[in-house]
């Protein structure tokens, strides 16, 4: 079975800074994408960075120039790190897994989720 475990989540200062990691375990075909995606209160989930194993990253428009996705694929671990945190990035944070399996199945797996308050 696939798991994702996320951590660094947290409560920080507007203009301040944290580093989200998710680390996959399980049985992961090489070539996957792995993000992040977030979800705040009465909003819909959206996307806020990805990275395939192999190419570069999409950013959305909202944090781009601000965070940076990062991957060790040799861990199977993916990072985002948010710098200049606004209160409009407050959220809950998921981590993003998806491959195509052995049998040609495109499966997509979530980390349990972490908050992110920005707040004064």
């Known amino acids: 079975q696939v798991q994702l475990v996320e951590s660094g989540g947290g409560l920080v200062q507007p203009g301040g800074s944290l580093r989200l990691s998710c680390a996959a375990s399980?049985?992961?075909?090489?070539?996957?994408?792995m993000g992040w995606y977030r979800q705040a209160p009465g909003k819909q989930r959206e996307l806020v960075a990805a990275r395939p194993s192999g190419g570069n990253a999409n950013y959305a428009d909202s944090v781009k120039g601000r965070f940076t996705i990062s991957r060790d694929n040799a861990k199977n671990t993916v990072y985002l790190q948010m710098n200049s945190l606004k209160p409009e990035d407050t959220a809950v944070y998921y981590c993003?897994?998806?491959?195509?399996?052995?049998?040609?199945?495109?499966?997509?797996?979530w980390g349990q989720g972490t908050q992110v308050t920005v707040s004064s």
């Open positions: 993003n897994l998806g491959f195509a399996n052995w049998n040609g199945r495109w499966s997509e797996y």
């Open positions: 399980g049985s992961i075909f090489s070539i996957n994408v």
